[in-house]
């Protein structure tokens, strides 16, 4: 269990750098050399709800996850609790995934390397926190 | 260090250290394309239209996208400021319609400027800008740009014949080779006195004290 909340520290903590990144050159032409759609997909009228940037939005969703992660290394007894509210969080975190992803690819048209390195690590996150009764039966 | 402790102070490291690194990044990408991703900070275009008093010290120049979010939350904001300022400060509008990302962008401006083909250029950025929520989800605008042009008592045939004409898919055209020798890469882009506005500013009175500078310098340089 201990191993599953480190792998998900490293990841949110990826996350993290990855929104910051985005937060902070939020209005900036970003370089894109590998999936070459990167500002048309930051520009567009999806980048932002309400007028909050949905960088913003992620490096909320990966500060909770990374903080929640990080009080399972430490307090043991209370992983799989600390996991369970992990995977609540990365189940909607999923399915915004899977939208943005589709957004991307037939609204948009274009792909930022940036969103997809998010989406992947969300993807890891959820996934990480989704088999919680399996680690039982391992530690078993 | 008790371990009730030891959590909240890695939490924190991490943050600082995430924040650090992305920082960071930032600078190098910057410092690595030589500033070429952001505008260039001297930038006098020309050729746009031109809304308030023409001799006005102070030149707001703004590339925009009507489908952008970002361009219709600034576009109160920039009437406010030529409110504040009859006398100091025009503003220099050129489209930058980002196609690849707002499938109506080109639209809209064709239809601004075949407005401004009869007289009604403002009349009809404010109220494509007002109205961007209702227009930028409709599968095809083009119905709904005419109905506000019969609203602002324009004449529809001649409105439609300017939409497709060769001279308002070229004033559009133009704007964007202007705006990408300026190294505009999003919009809305902001040039006072030919100087980016870095970062966006986040209300009218940030943009009034950026002009209340450009006023101060321009008022100091030399004549």
Redesign the interface.
Known sequence: MKQRATAI?VVA?LG??DA??L???R?????CTLSG?C???????YA?VY?VPLSLIGLIFY?AV??IA??G???AAAAVGLLRWIFWLALPGFVITLVLFYLQGFV???FCQYCLASAAFVTTIFLLSAWPRGSRQIQA | MSNKTKPIVVIVLAVVLAAGIAVYLGLQTSASNGGAGKPSTEVNPGGGHIRGNASAPVTLVEFGDYQCPSCGFYHPIVDELLRRYPDKVKLEFHHYPLVTAHAHALAAAMAVEAAGDQGKYWEMHDVIYNHQKEWSILPNPESQFLAYAAELGLDANKFMQSVKSIDVEKRISDDIKRGSEAKVGGTPTFFINGHAVEPLPSGVDEFASIVDAAMKSSNQAPK
């Open positions: 520290c903590f993290m750098i910051l990144y937060t902070i050159m209005g900036v032409h970003v370089p759609g500002n048309e997909v930051l520009t567009s009228a932002e007028g500060m990374f903080s990080v009080f290394i430490f307090e948009i048209h274009h």
